[in-house]
Every structure is written in C-alpha cells, then in structure tokens.
C-alpha cells in the first residue's frame, strides 16, 4: 500500500537533492573568477606576453627593481615603439591606468596584499594629490 505521508516529503527530498548542484551556484557566495580591466588606453601590447605576465609578474617587477636600485641601470623597454621606464609608475600603471580594476580585481581574488603601495603611489593617489596640491 501506498503512503501518501511519506511519499510527498519524499519526492520532495529527492527533488531538492537532484537539483543541489543548480541552487548550491545560484546562491553560493563564491566571487566569480577576475576579469581585469585591459588597458582603457588601447595599448595592445604588456612588456611581455599575456601569459608570461600573468604567471610572473612579481618576478619580473623584483628584478626590475634590483637592476634599477642596485646596478643603477636604468635602461628603457620598448613596447610597440613607446618607452618605458622599468616601475610601477614608470611602465604597468601608464598603461593600466586603474589599480583597483586591474591589479586589485586578480589580488583580491588570490587573497595577496602586494606591500608595493606602502611607499609607491597608485595612479589613483597621484591624481588625489595633484588635485589637493
Ligand atoms: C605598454 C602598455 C603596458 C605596460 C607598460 C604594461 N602592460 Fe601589462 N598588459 C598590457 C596589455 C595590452 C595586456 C593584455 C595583453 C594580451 O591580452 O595579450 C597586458 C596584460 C597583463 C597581464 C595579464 C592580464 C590577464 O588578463 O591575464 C598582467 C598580469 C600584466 N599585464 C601586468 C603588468 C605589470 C605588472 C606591468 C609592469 C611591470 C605591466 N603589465 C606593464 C599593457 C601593458
Ligand atoms: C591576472 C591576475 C593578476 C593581475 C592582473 C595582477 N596580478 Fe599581481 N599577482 C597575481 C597573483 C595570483 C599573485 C600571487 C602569486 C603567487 O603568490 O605566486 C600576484 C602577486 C603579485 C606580487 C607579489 C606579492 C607578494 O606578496 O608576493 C606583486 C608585487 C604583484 N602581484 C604586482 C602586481 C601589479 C603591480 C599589478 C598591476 C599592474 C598586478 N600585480 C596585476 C595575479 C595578478
Ligand atoms: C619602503 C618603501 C617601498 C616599498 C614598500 C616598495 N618600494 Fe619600490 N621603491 C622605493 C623607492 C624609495 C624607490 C626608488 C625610487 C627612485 O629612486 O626612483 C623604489 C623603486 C622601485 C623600482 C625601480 C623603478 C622606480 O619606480 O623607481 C621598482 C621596479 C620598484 N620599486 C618596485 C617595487 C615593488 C614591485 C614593490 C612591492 C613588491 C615595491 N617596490 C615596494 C620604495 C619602496
């Protein structure tokens, strides 16, 4: 014999179980995988390809400052005709002009707190203190 009582919540129950995998996405917390923000300047071009950049930036922007503070070389890149100087400033904020919604957008997202800002300014900052100068 069939028992109303108990077949409903059931159905109900497996229902719920089936499409776990559907809700658990539409309402779970997990923040979307970064999408930085190209350069708004149009530039095509990083100091070297995508890929490299996005495996080894912190690398690169290390030996940068030991060549330049260290050795005293403050020798140029060339990226599509245009010169750079090896910084923060210098060269990836001329080009990624937002530090919220490029470097921050992926260091949020890996829970890493680069110190670098402690000292350097953001293209943000630098535009607040020429305004208040
Ligand atoms: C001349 C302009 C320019 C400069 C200078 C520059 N970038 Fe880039 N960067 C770009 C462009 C354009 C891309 C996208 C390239 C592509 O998709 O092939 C990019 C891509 C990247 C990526 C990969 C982003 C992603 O979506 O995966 C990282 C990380 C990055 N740059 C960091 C830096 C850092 C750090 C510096 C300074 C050391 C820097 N860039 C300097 C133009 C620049
Ligand atoms: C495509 C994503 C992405 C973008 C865009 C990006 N970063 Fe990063 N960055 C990372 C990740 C992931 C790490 C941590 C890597 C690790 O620990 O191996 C990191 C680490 C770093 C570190 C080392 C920090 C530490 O505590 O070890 C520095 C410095 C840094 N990034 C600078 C920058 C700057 C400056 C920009 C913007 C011009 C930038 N990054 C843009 C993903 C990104
Ligand atoms: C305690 C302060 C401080 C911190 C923190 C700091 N820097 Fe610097 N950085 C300096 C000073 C000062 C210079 C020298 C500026 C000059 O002589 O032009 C410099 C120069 C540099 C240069 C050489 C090019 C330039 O802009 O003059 C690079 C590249 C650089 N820093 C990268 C970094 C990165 C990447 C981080 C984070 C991982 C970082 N710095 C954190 C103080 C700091």
Redo the contacts with the bound molecule.
Sequence with gaps: MYNKRTIIPGLAIFVVFVTFPLWFNAFSTASPTPKPELPPGGEKQCVAPASEMRASH?QL??E??DE??RDGDRQLVTVDGKQY??????ACMQCHTSKEKFCDSCHEYASVK???W???LSPEEEALKKETL
């Excluded at 100087?85 to 210098?90: E, K, V």
């Design positions: 912190m922007l290390n940068w400052r330049v503070l100087g090896r910084g923060l400033q210098l680069p110190y670098c402690d000292c350097h």
